[in-house]
């Protein structure tokens, strides 16, 4: 069986939508409330109101954007391309002043199974969110946003696909998103060209890079539908696959980010003990300048393991002094875990020198912003930040190739994929 396959999406309809600009959206688990009641106001026919809708006085949100997707369905605000095709994506944007565009593709990938999975998955999930996707799902009955994966591109799929196809071609959608990234994308429908497109695909490897959640909320809507059709269930139904974003490994134009921590603790740290007790493990820096902080911590995060705090408006290096000792303080998991930064903010920090419930952490945010957890730290006693460097896309390979999962938000890449290109409705239910 094929690993991808071409699909007829659905689109934005053009004689309805004048620009792009007001109708897409960021995936949904990055996006903030406040950014939320932005995309709401932003256009009736935006996105969000289907991905992320609110609670009504007359239904749920569920309900809610199940009944607005059928309307634009019936509308004809959303209509369905007449041919199967592959979806090339390109995403122009610039980070730390260097301009980078990311090539993939949008298709369909096959759902695993207790035969075998289709791709390596590398973080642990959240039953919370995964409910929150399934029950959405349920009533849209549609892949609303794709899953995001990374792939070694052994046969140089992506550059064959660009090179033969797309320099001579107009994109049929381009915009520019709120933080200046350059979307585009291109039908491919030619047969020859998907062909081979699935065939290359299938000696491939996969690996989850965004899209845990929604991932296993597929797999978990296939198995509802299974048990419902019994022995009519034939394993190519639409449901047993989910839409996918296909990109290489390419360095040129992937780019990921670290996620950060801010913690809120029950007492006020005491800086002066924290420090005490953390250089058991490691080498303790001070900086007094926010700019020089981030630079060294960059900088050494390409040889060294290390974390950085800030606290009381003082920058702090916790550089760890001998990378054994994650042998024994970590010697239930798996070598290329022990690796991890995140695992050694985890355990060392958090377990050991904090003795935090790593299974049950409350108070706690995410975000790749340093200069955000910064300023919440400033404004609240409880507060501190803790800071990470970016995951290298050889451990996310390792890990993922392993029985082991690293912690949830460990991985940020950039930019995002956006929401409401192209959706997969399912078409046999």
């Known amino acids: 069986m094929s690993k991808t396959k071409a699909f007829k999406a659905l689109v934005y309809n053009l004689e309805k939508v004048v620009d792009f600009k007001h109708v897409v959206c960021p995936p949904y688990d990055v996006i903030s409330p406040q950014a939320q009641d932005i995309l709401h106001e932003r256009s009736l026919n935006n996105f969000i109101h289907i991905l992320l809708a609110k609670d009504s006085a007359l239904d749920d949100k569920y309900r809610r954007a199940g009944t607005i997707f059928r309307s634009w369905l019936k509308d004809k605000v959303l209509i369905q391309d007449e041919q199967p095709a592959v979806y090339f994506y390109s995403q122009q944007y610039v980070i730390q002043g260097e301009k980078k565009t990311r090539l993939g593709f949008i298709s369909l990938l096959r759902l695993g199974d207790e035969k075998g999975s289709a791709v390596f998955g590398h973080e642990n999930t959240h039953n919370a969110a995964k409910q929150d996707r399934f029950k959405l799902m349920k009533q849209v009955k549609a892949n609303l946003s794709p899953i995001f994966i990374i792939f070694l591109d052994k046969k140089r799929i992506i550059q064959r696909i660009f090179h033969k196809q797309i320099p001579a071609a107009k994109p049929f959608i381009e915009v520019t998103d709120d933080e200046k990234t350059v979307h585009k994308l291109w039908r491919i429908n030619d047969p020859d060209l998907l062909k081979m497109i699935e065939l290359s695909m299938n000696s491939e490897n996969m690996f989850i890079a965004d899209g845990h959640h929604r991932y296993e909320v597929a797999c978990a809507y296939r198995d509802l539908m299974r048990e419902k059709l019994g022995a009519e269930f034939t394993g190519d139904e639409d449901f047993n696959f989910c839409l996918a974003y296909f990109t ?17 603790l029950d007492t006020q740290l005491d800086l002066n003990d924290f420090m005490a007790k953390a250089k058991e493990y490691f080498d303790v820096d001070q ?19 290390l974390i950085g705090v800030y606290k009381d408006k003082k920058y702090f290096l916790l550089r760890l002094k001998n990378v054994k000792m994650l042998d024994k303080l970590i010697a239930d998991k798996a070598k290329e ?76 890449f950039y930019p995002k994929v956006l929401s409401g290109l192209v959706v997969n409705k399912f078409e046999k239910e």
């Open 337 to 412: 875990y022990r690796a991890l930064d995140v695992a050694i903010l985890n355990y060392l920090v958090l377990k050991n020198i904090l003795k935090l419930d790593l299974d049950n952490l409350t108070g706690i945010k995410y975000s790749p912003d340093p200069s955000e957890l910064m300023d919440e730290v400033d404004s609240d006693p409880l507060k501190v930040a803790f800071f990470l460097n970016p995951v290298k896309i050889q451990q996310i390979i390792n890990i993922a190739m392993s029985v082991h999962k690293m912690p949830p938000k460990s991985t940020y």
């Open 287 to 305: 900086f007094k300048d926010r700019g020089r902080f981030l630079f060294l911590m960059q900088k050494a995060g390409c040889t060294e393991h």
């Open 248 to 264: 290489n490994t390419d360095y040129r134009g992937l780019s990921i980010l670290p996620i950060h921590r801010l913690l809120k």
